[in-house]
């Protein structure tokens, strides 16, 4: 652990313990100062955990922690934020019913006044601007309006926003999850040259290709501890990945080659964007794994959710022949029921097949969440503990379970892999493999390029409708780029 | 990761259409009321005159304060059903206390103004919902009212009939005080800085929190505001009707509620509009008796039938912002 030059936080022994489940066990971190640190692990590592220790919102059980030099007693937020603390939380934490200006002027206590609002908003515009160059964002936009992805921007440009107090260390949480590709670059280059202003910055990320771009020092946490810390450039993905305990790499080139030729199998949809004006349309039959690319809020939503009300009997210019599931991206506002158990939620999508004569028989609908949690490993002990005991990602295996342990013949993915662990992924990637080579469809909605390498074929969207149609021999992540920034034609 | 790119992308939704849409989102309270008053001048053209409107809206001031009253709980997503019997109780306290002994008068509205503040300290520390803190509270002020004034009677002070009474020039009262009451509340809720705080606390709590606000003072401040105009409401009312009675604001819990989801308020997300929910109460005042007397309905027969305008009225509501969201 060799930090240059002078450390700005250091955490010396610091434990959590949630009952009995220990968050950290002991975690020994250093941060330096004007320094890009990256910290990767699986879901439940513990990086989330530390995450709130640093920002003062949970309190160690056990540990000193130092800041520039002066042993910190009675963390809070607030003493974190006078010494220049910020954090971009994972799940957002914007008000909804506010306004970007507003929610700028939340953060900061010191914009008061006649003309306070004025000042937020250009505060936050300004900032916005020096991030994402055409953002398309305006300070008096309610953030309800929002896309995600812009939503996103607001609040990691709004971490950046100085007024009183300076920004000294910067925690960025999975802050591209819910951004394209290319505003996540944007964020990126930006974050450099805030390290080389001086400001010093924890960078958490599943992606471990930006990790290994942008930082200077990585460490890897793994069941409340750190198991490894070293120099980003001594690191590639297989080491990563090794180091945190994770499925043998190989497995993700495992799918190579072998192009199936379309139109032998039935038909089960076909689509055509609202917006389309040339006759391109999305064509999916029986087996295949549909990939829906583009910038991040393109239509490409939209068309799942065309083809999910046509399944349901509505009308328009969609055919589907089968049944359909939908896997929700936005797993906390469309997915789960918070205050249901797993095995609820995984029977929701069955409640037909799962019904004895007149109630729902509990002893079918246990059965089916108990197959589905060895089938797809959800890590609990009980499939009738409440849905929220799970993590992020096993959360998501559940939503991924109530799909295919359905009738539906048809799978609709909403971008459903944000914020999930490498493990977990590669693990869904295997069982969604395996259930189209049954005869499921899958249409797979995705802002991470690396997916589209499971797809059969590729259609890439631009304002709302389809701009290129690429087969699997044809995709590659620059074509994909290119369409994406294409007219449509 | 991606190669960088020049070009940047493009704006899904261009802002111009953005702001049509929250204009709409506005211009739904003053349309519902527009249809009421054009019904009402359709007929009876007579009633559209200084005297009319003074006549018809006088009861809507103690309404859209108690409106008001109700949309500050709801911005923080509470409810409160206790605020009828609030009402009524500073009714109670206006027409003898204040008139008799107004020291004694004032701290005691003062302090139910406190009480409202400890009430919203309660709900937070000890997270309890507060439909079942004030339902409770609905029988405490209720019982406080019958000690009170066991029979109804009692007097309003002189200067609270002289405030009433107002004939300004042009401008019937009402109106002037339904202005008065919208802006102070529209820049107290939605342009000061601390009111973001007390939206933003409805919208999303942990946010709040973790920017460093304490929810604790905001719940207070909030239930404090409700309090305030609950007891503006109490005199209002007294000043008009000149004595009290024990009941005298039992109707209001609903039609609080009503008016500030009728001005295009939200019961979760502190999504209000203090302009809105005024002209939800005018529109509430004006549908519940002026318009159903011009359409000869029975006395027997009005509380049914205000429900049914209720229910008409708010379900073009929906239905319009359905349509919004559709487009």
Request: neutral net charge; contains cysteine; hydrophobic residues 50%.
């Amino acid at each position: 652990m060799i930090v240059a030059g002078p450390k700005l936080v250091e955490l010396d022994g610091v434990e959590k313990h949630f009952g009995a489940v220990r968050a950290l066990d002991g975690v020994n971190l250093i941060v330096g100062q004007g320094e890009c640190l990256g910290l990767v692990g699986h879901n439940g590592a513990g990086k989330s955990t530390l995450m709130h220790i640093l920002t003062g919102t949970a309190s160690p059980d056990r540990g000193r922690m130092t800041f520039a030099g002066e042993e910190q007693a009675g963390y809070s937020p607030g003493q974190a934020k006078r010494l220049g603390v910020r954090c971009v939380f994972q799940e957002l934490s914007l008000c909804p019913n506010l306004t970007v200006a507003e929610n700028a002027r939340v953060f900061h206590p010191g914009l008061t006044g006649l003309n306070w609002r004025r000042t937020a908003g250009a505060l936050i515009i300004d900032k916005l601007d020096a991030i994402f160059p055409g953002h398309g964002i305006g300070a008096s936009d309610l953030v309800q309006d929002l896309a995600i992805g812009r939503r996103q921007m607001v609040e990691v440009a709004r971490a950046f926003t100085v007024t009183d107090e300076p920004v000294r260390l910067i925690i960025l949480d999975e802050p591209t999850s819910s951004l394209d590709a290319h505003s996540a670059r944007q964020l990126l280059d930006f974050t450099r040259r805030a390290v080389a202003g001086g400001v010093s910055c924890i960078f958490i990320s599943h992606l471990l290709g930006e990790v290994l771009d942008i930082c200077d020092r990585i460490v890897v946490m793994r069941d409340g501890r750190t198991v490894a810390d070293a120099e980003a450039r001594t690191f590639d993905r297989d080491k990563l990945v090794a180091a945190m305990g994770g499925v043998d790499a190989q497995v993700r080139e495992a799918r190579a080659g072998t192009t199936p030729v379309r139109g032998h199998s039935p038909l089960r949809v076909r689509a055509r964007p609202r917006r389309q004006t040339s006759t391109a349309e999305l064509v999916a039959h029986e087996g295949e794994v549909i990939g829906l690319a583009g910038l991040a809020g393109h239509g490409q939503t939209d068309l799942l959710l065309a083809i999910y009300a046509a399944a349901l009997g509505g009308r328009g210019n969609v055919e589907v022949t089968a049944t359909v599931a939908l896997v929700a991206g936005d797993r906390q506002a469309d997915g789960i029921f918070p205050l249901w158990s797993i095995a609820e939620n995984i029977g929701v999508r069955s409640l037909a097949r799962l019904r004895g004569r007149l109630l729902i028989s509990r002893r079918r609908e246990d059965a089916l969440a108990n197959f589905w949690r060895g089938k797809i490993g959800i890590r609990t002990p009980d499939v009738h503990d409440n849905i929220l005991s799970l993590s992020g990602g096993n959360q998501q295996k559940v939503l991924f379970a109530r799909a295919l342990g359905s009738d539906a013949r048809i799978v609709l993915m909403d971008d459903p892999m944000r914020g999930v662990d490498v493990g977990t992924k590669l693990e869904v990637y295997g069982l969604i493999r395996e259930e189209a080579a049954s005869g499921r469809t899958f249409l797979w909605y995705t802002t991470e390029a690396d997916e589209l390498k499971h797809c059969d074929h590729v259609y890439v969207f631009r304002n709302g409708a389809i701009v290129a149609d690429l087969t699997r021999g044809e995709l590659t992540e620059e074509r994909v780029i290119q369409s994406s920034f294409e007219e449509a034609s | 990761m991606a190669v960088p790119i020049a070009a940047s992308p493009p704006a899904s939704q261009a802002p111009g259409r953005l702001d049509l849409r929250r204009l709409l989102r506005a211009l739904l309270p003053a349309l519902s009321l527009a249809l009421v008053l054009l019904a009402i001048a359709w007929l009876n053209p007579r009633a559209i005159s200084y005297f009319g409107f003074t006549l018809m809206l006088n009861l809507a001031i103690p309404i859209a304060l108690a409106t008001i009253a109700q949309m500050f709980v709801i911005a923080g997503n509470d409810l409160d059903l206790s605020i009828g019997a609030f009402v009524g109780f500073v009714g109670c306290v206006a027409a003898t206390w204040l008139r008799e002994t107004p020291l004694i008068g004032v701290l005691v509205l003062l302090g139910c103004i406190a009480v409202y503040a400890a009430l919203g300290a309660l709900i937070h520390l000890r997270n309890l919902p507060s439909i079942v803190v004030t339902l409770g509270m609905s029988f405490v002020w209720q019982g406080l009212a019958i000690l009170l004034l066991p029979k109804p009677g009692g007097k309003a002070p002189d200067w609270l009939l002289a405030i009433m009474g107002v004939k300004p020039p042009f401008i019937p009262f009402p109106i002037l005080a339904a202005l008065v009451i919208a802006v102070v509340a529209y820049v107290g809720l939605m342009r000061t800085s601390y009111g973001t705080i007390l939206r933003g606390s409805g919208g999303n709590a942990v946010a709040i929190g973790r920017a460093g606000w304490s929810l604790l003072k905001a719940k207070m401040a909030l239930f404090a505001c409700t309090g305030l105009f609950g007891v503006l409401s109490g005199l209002a009312l007294i000043g008009i009707t000149t004595s009290a009675d024990a009941n005298i604001g039992n109707g209001y819990t609903l039609l609080s509620i009503a008016g500030v989801i009728l001005g295009g308020g939200e019961f979760v997300g502190g999504r209000v509009s203090p302009i809105g929910a005024v002209i939800g109460a005018l529109t509430l005042a004006l549908a519940a008796s002026p318009l159903l007397t011009f359409m000869r309905i029975p006395p027997d027969w009005q509380v049914a039938a205000n429900g049914a305008i209720l229910i008409v009225v708010l379900a073009a509501r929906v239905l319009i912002s359905r349509k919004d969201v559709e487009r």
